[in-house]
Antibody
């Protein structure tokens, strides 16, 4: 059974840092791209970023709202994907989800057929 | 960024009704579109991928169609458990972007 479990959410002050983890099991983690999403209270989901599999050099992509502040990394030996969040702002307050992205890529390097499994989410609250 | 315009933003319907939700992309996205259902306090659940492929375990009353810039999600006969919020997501271009959502309520 595929499982994704996020952890690390907390209440922090603006400007602080936080690292979220997404621990996975039930599939060959190293073969998949992984995405992070977030959902602010009462709002729709928002894509945060992704990390490709090592077969695609483990490269990353980010939403403009987090680029330069957030970093996604992965540890294939532990089947964990991380979201390092620096310089947090009140508008980063949200439930953060990890999702399994695609195992395969198109000719442009986009993972395909992803988002079939999500974690339960972890709450990050940024407040003075 | 690709804008996903989803309509309607909300609708009321009755059990047994047929409903259709539309997403329009601001530029062509081929079939790089997924549909999600989300209930309050729950995780988004993928219903459709590649615009028209039904996720395993999802009832066949859900149908996705479209390619390019216009996409639809149709529920052929609403069941009580279908009342939720629905989102489309394009993953053809970074950043991935969602539609604004359609809240489906019981009439």
């Amino acid at each position: 059974e595929v499982q994704l479990v996020e952890s690390g959410g907390d209440l922090v002050k603006p400007g602080r840092s936080l690292r979220l983890s997404c621990t996975t099991s039930g599939f060959t983690f190293r073969d998949y791209a992984m995405s992070w999403f977030r959902q602010a209270p009462g709002k729709g989901p928002e894509w945060v970023g992704l990390i490709r599999s090592k077969g695609y050099i483990g490269t990353t992509e980010y939403a403009a709202s987090v680029k330069g502040r957030f970093t996604i990394s992965r540890d294939d030996s532990k089947s964990i994907v991380y979201l390092q969040m620096n310089s947090l702002r009140p508008e980063d307050t949200a439930v953060y989800y990890c999702s399994r992205d695609g195992e395969y890529y198109d000719n442009s390097g986009y993972p395909i057929f992803g988002f079939d499994h999500w974690g339960q989410g972890t709450l990050v609250t940024v407040t003075p | 960024d690709i804008q996903m315009t989803q309509s309607p933003s909300a609708m009321s319907a009755s059990v047994g009704d047929r409903v259709t939700i539309t997403c329009r992309a601001s530029q062509g996205i081929s079939n790089y579109l997924a549909w999600f259902q989300q209930k309050p306090g729950k995780v988004p659940k993928r219903l459709i991928y590649a615009a028209s492929s039904l996720q395993s375990g999802v009832p066949s009353r859900f149908t996705g169609r479209g390619s390019g810039t216009e996409f639809t999600l149709t529920i052929s006969s609403l069941q009580p458990e279908d009342f939720a919020t629905y989102y489309c997501l394009q993953h053809n271009s970074y950043p991935y972007t969602f539609g604004q959502g359609t809240k489906l309520e019981i009439k």
